[in-house]
């Protein structure tokens, strides 16, 4: 029954990627981006997380990979005075990660 219910269930739903949305403040710009990130085939998850004030400023959105993490990477997005950080759990390599943010972001 429940093998029956799963292949229903999979006609017509693809394997995107979700965007956790879990705090009530973002970096400008971001939810966007990681809404297409999340779409790419073989990213499960991206959930933003904790955002804070830096010294240093960055006019516009950056993205950069910072460590990699059990089943995927942390990334750091800056803008401004802010930066925050962003886990993203799928089975992209470090390069790959960082050539789809550059293809996603127009670089």
Known sequence: MLADFLGWWSLGHNSMGRVVITHSTYIEGLIPLLKALAAE?????VTPAVICRVKGRSDQLRLRVST????GHKLLARRGHSA???????????????????RLMGR
């Open 41 to 45: 085939p073989g990213i499960d998850t």
């Open 84 to 102: 925050q950080e962003v886990f993203v759990i799928g089975d992209w390599s470090k390069e790959r990660l960082e050539q789809g943010l550059a």
């Open 68 to 71: 990699p993490i059990q089943g």
